[in-house]
């Protein structure tokens, strides 16, 4: 059990609510395990019997101590900016032994001005033995004003023996630049499982680099990511694995490019054991025409067909 203290609630406004409803697809609610970030501070906040959150005193950010009698528990710390400025968090994850968690984090950028309105998260996850993590991370801008909406996440795993991690990143709507960078390290047996989905649209650009060590024998990576880029935006993917023991690896980047936009996609794979096993796919490409007629026989303009379409892919 952790160490609890008393829970502050807090009145959220309209707008904030409706971005929450957005970034956290479980449902933020002021009870259990939360903390809400709003424009640079800490809202609302409380613990659960098995989780503790608790603010950093060097840093803007929070520790957050999971116990391993924590099973089949939720932490939900979402960021919401709803006023322009650069807002720098970070937040450091403590998994004991055994623990069975789902962490439901993720950015939201309502912004209405001229001026740039930009998020840097920075969290690292610190896992023990025999643990199962999952990392849940929503980004999402909206609004009508012509200043920069920007969110550069930077995550940090260190996965302990036997445990397995599963990452799930969505950015599918607004962001007008983002640059994610994620760097892994597996130990014996620990399993990591990563979907990446990605939109782009107008003039939106994005960058995503990862870096997988699997350094432990027997450790595992499965990496997918999905992306669709329109308009004319640029996407760039760099997805790193590296065996350094007796593993298995698979990375697959699969991309849909439409309008003028443009997609790079840059696999790296590194083999230091001899029993290293890694593979990478890798596929662009416009959507298929004979998905968009059927679709169109069944009454659907040419707009819909693609919607539906893209809706699948990334799902």
Known sequence: MVSRKEAITVKLNQVTED??????????????????????????????????????????????RISSEAQNEQVHIPVVMSEPGLDVVYNDFYVEDGADVTIVAGCGIHGEGCSETRHDGIHTFHVGKNANVKYVENHYAEGNGTGGKILNPVTKIYVGENSVFTLETTQIKGVDSTKRETFVELGPNAKLYVTEKLMTHDAQHAISNMEVKLNGEGSSARIISRSVAKGTSNQIFHPKAIGNNACHAHVQCDSIIMDKASISSIPEINANHIDAQIIHEAAIG??????????????????????????????
């Open 19 to 64: 971005v929450l409803k957005v970034i956290d697809s479980y449902g933020f609610k002021q009870e259990g395990a939360y903390n809400l970030r709003l424009n640079g501070m800490a809202v609302c906040h409380g613990d659960s019997r098995h989780i503790a959150i608790v603010k950093k005193t060097d840093l803007p950010g929070i520790d957050i």
């Open 286 to 315: 416009r959507i298929n025409d004979e998905q968009l007629i059927k679709l169109r026989t069944f009454g659907m303009s040419e707009e819909e067909a693609e919607a539906v379409i893209i809706e699948n892919f990334l799902n």
